[in-house]
């Protein structure tokens, strides 16, 4: 099998050196091994996502040589596919129509707070009759779709850097979005999570290399990749750059973009030796590593 891997940053802001990373890390992976290095940008988030960031983002890994095989795909451009997945799963009963208002919601959630449990959707609309869809609709609610998440359900994988990775389904927060609201017989946007699995199937990526903080969003993604008959790709969650706090690096600490990096007089091969070595030491003939 042809190793396919893929970067997918989100053109909400200009390359950050953590994404940068992780495209030095898949670029590496794919050449490695032989396979495709794809380039696909996740500009779902109509609100944020700016065409001068898309250039931001092609300029800074054109910069440091990081060129794909493949690409750059747009996910606004695919929303008939998405919406397409999300009627397939709601004709196997996977999913379902949620009429649940916003301040419903907060109501769950600040009952739940007291309790000191972790804030989850209660999966109350999930079987709904017929009748009481139709109070809902002529009450003027516009309905989300979920995703079912039985609470008894384990999910694991052997994660490619962190060894075997275990989570229960009672931890995921109950049925998850993912479809925006819209009306009854209408599929709205479509989310995050559902979209990057669907996106992944179709372009049939075998591993997905990506940030420590992507985590939680694996055992949700291997469910939807079950429940569309797709067999999960390997997953490897790397370290995330830290500043001297220990904390996720963000533009408050400073430079964090790979063009302000250039602008200073940064080399590019300077710039990716560093990333690239930047959480890892490469091992020693011994056995042991450069470093203590």
Not at 30 to 52: N, V
Not at 152 to 163: P, T, Y
Not at 170 to 199: F, K, S, T
């Amino acid at each position: 099998m042809t190793v396919r891997v893929r970067l997918a940053p989100s053109p909400t802001g200009n390359l950050h050196i953590g994404t940068a990373r992780t495209a030095v890390f898949n670029w590496l992976y794919a050449r490695h091994r032989g396979g495709k290095f794809i380039l696909r940008i996740e500009d779902t988030d109509r609100e944020r996502s700016r065409p001068e960031y898309t250039e931001n983002i092609l300029e800074g890994l054109q910069w440091l040589g990081l060129t794909w095989d493949e690409g750059p795909y747009f996910q606004s451009d695919r929303l008939d596919l998405y919406r397409q997945a999300i009627q397939t799963l709601l004709d196997k009963g996977l999913a379902y129509y949620c009429y649940c208002t916003p301040e419903e919601l907060d109501a769950l959630r600040s009952e739940q707070k007291p309790r000191a449990v972790a804030p989850r959707y209660d999966n109350r609309h999930r079987h709904l009759t017929p009748q009481e869809q139709a109070a809902f609709e002529a009450a003027g609610r516009t309905p989300v779709i979920r995703f079912k998440i039985e609470d008894d359900r384990q999910i694991e994988w052997q994660d490619l850097v962190r060894g075997r990775v275990s989570w229960q389904g009672a931890d995921l927060g109950g049925d998850m979005v993912i479809a925006r609201a819209a009306p009854r017989g209408e599929i709205g946007y479509p989310l995050y999570n559902l979209v990057v699995v669907v996106d992944d199937i179709a372009m049939g990526i075998t591993d997905v290399i990506r940030g420590e903080d992507h985590i939680g969003n694996t055992p949700k993604q291997i469910l939807l990749y079950e429940a569309l008959g797709a067999t999960p790709p390997n997953f490897a969650h790397t370290p995330l750059i830290l500043n001297s706090a220990g904390q996720k690096l963000s533009k408050r600490d400073g430079v964090t973009s790979i063009s302000d990096f250039r602008a200073m007089g940064y080399l590019a091969p300077a710039l990716a030796n560093y990333m690239t070595l930047l959480g890892w030491s490469p091992p020693r003939r011994d056995g042991g590593t450069l470093y203590p």
